[in-house]
């Protein structure tokens, strides 16, 4: 057996080179008869779980977990081993009932994987098992449950100086709080994540919360300095998957597309190879949101395909990305519908950073979608604003989320409130929202 081959895997994970460690295993050629027990297949098949290579990972995974249901398959497959199941074993389970949408499966599963790295002391490990616990979580709409995953995450990589992985997790976790929101937090994870970056692919897994807040701040030197020529570099040629997307998704963020152009392919590139990478949601909404038709359809083809009972935030991207498709397209009546779906998704997860998003996309072109009805005096028709404010009340936002859909004050969106029930005779925002209301103004 290889031992040291695989040796030099495991000092590969504890870098946070995965792409690395994986191909050193899947390369490994053993004289002595193989790998009767599956010991490496099963270490790689771990490292597949840690960096969210779903594709390699279902060819790797022995047939007898792949076939699990429940968390009763898993335990008799792991009585099946020659010994106790390492925390690797327990990783690659936890995302095989994922593929299940068993949450709460998949949140036990990660959890044994951390505790069990404990005790193994890869410590390396056990952040990545909460790392990845907390994307599942998000997956799943389970915030809570992330943000503590990640706090941990953060805490246990700082005990035992894994700055790479300590840079991994701040990443993720400052992803999490921009999407709810809290964008202090984002930029002091950020920060903090960017001291411990040793690497192009560690700068790039930062990329798209680097960009997403200097657009946010109107920064345009720190936008370009998120898209720079090395970000495009990860993008085009990186062998890192996670990398990869990621950097994509900050070029799309902030660059103008253009079919052809070297952006046009990094996001084929990142289309073709993504799965369950951290940034692949984000990756395919954006597609549907800016790529060329046919890779707009094959963004919203494959967040469709991930959908799945229970996997909230995937089926909340699911219906932003359609709702971009179909307005493509000018199908009105549909996007409206979808994009109103979508907000309504996020806002019960928290993620208000996607929540407005899809309230901006309900808005657009309103002057089409709200025509003024012929014969009605002109004083008592709703302003083009009005007409705004009060579609997105019609779709249950409250006054805040009014205002940062529309980019305004919750005390200009007061006043439009107050307009708007003097010029339909209404004497509450909550007629309104009523159905009857809007189809009779």
């Known amino acids: ?19 690395e460690a994986a191909a050193r295993l899947a390369a490994i050629r053993y004289d002595d008869g193989g790998d009767p ?62 593929w299940a949408t068993d949450a709460a499966g998949t949140y036990d599963l990660c959890r044994s994987a951390h505790d069990r790295a404990l005790v193994e002391k890869r410590f390396h490990f056990a952040v990545g098992a909460r790392e990845r616990l907390a994307h599942h979580a998000i997956l799943f709409g389970d915030v809570e449950i992330a943000q ?13 100086r894994l700055s790479e992985w300590f840079s991994r997790s701040a ?11 809290d964008s ?29 807040l200097a657009i946010a701040a109107g920064d345009d030197e720190a936008a370009a300095e998120w898209t720079s020529p090395e970000i495009l570099a990860t993008a085009l040629g990186s062998d890192d998957m996670e990398s990869a997307v990621a950097a994509t998704v ?79 397209g000018g199908e009105r009546a549909a996007w409206i519908d979808h994009a109103g779906d979508a907000a309504r998704a996020f806002n019960a997860m928290g993620m208000r950073r996607w929540m407005n998003e899809a309230m901006l996309l309900l808005v657009r072109q309103e002057n089409e979608t709200f025509p003024r009805r012929r ?19 019609r779709r249950g936002a409250r006054n805040r989320e009014v205002a940062a859909a529309l980019q305004i004050s919750e005390h200009t969106v007061e006043r439009h409130v107050s307009s708007i029930l003097g010029r339909l005779g209404l004497r509450s925002r909550w007629q309104i929202a009523d159905p009857k209301n809007a189809s009779e103004h």
């Open 184 to 212: 202090e937090r984002a930029a002091q994870l950020l920060a903090r994540a960017r001291m411990h970056a040793r690497s192009p692919e560690a700068i790039a897994l930062l990329a798209p919360v680097g960009a997403a």
């Open 250 to 328: 900050a070029l799309l963020s902030t660059r103008a597309f253009e079919p052809g152009s070297s952006v046009a392919t990094a996001l084929r590139r990142a289309l073709l190879r993504s799965s369950g990478a951290t940034y692949a949601v984000d990756l395919f909404s954006l597609a549907a949101r800016h790529g060329e038709i046919e890779e707009a359809r094959l963004g919203a083809d494959a967040l469709s395909a991930l959908v799945a009972p229970g996997r909230k935030y995937c089926k909340a991207h699911a219906l932003l990305a359609r709702a971009h498709l179909l307005f493509r």
């Open 171 to 181: 990443a993720a976790a400052a992803r999490l709080a921009l999407d709810a929101g």
């Open 1 to 19: 057996m290889d031992v040291a081959g695989e040796e030099q895997a495991e000092q590969l994970i504890a870098r946070c080179r995965l792409t």
């Open 375 to 393: 014969g009605r005096p002109m004083g008592s028709a709703l302003t083009g604003r009005e007409q705004q404010v009060a579609h997105l009340i």
């Open 37 to 98: 027990e599956g010991s490496r297949k099963r270490l790689c098949a771990g490292v597949y779980a840690l960096f969210g290579d779903d594709r390699n990972l279902a060819g790797t995974v022995a047939p007898e977990l792949l076939a699990s249901r429940s968390a009763a398959a898993v335990a008799s497959y792991f009585e099946s081993l020659p010994g106790e199941p390492a925390s690797h074993d327990y990783l690659a389970a936890a995302v095989v009932l994922s």
């Open 148 to 160: 503590n995953a990640l706090d941990e995450a953060l805490g246990l990589a700082l005990i035992h």
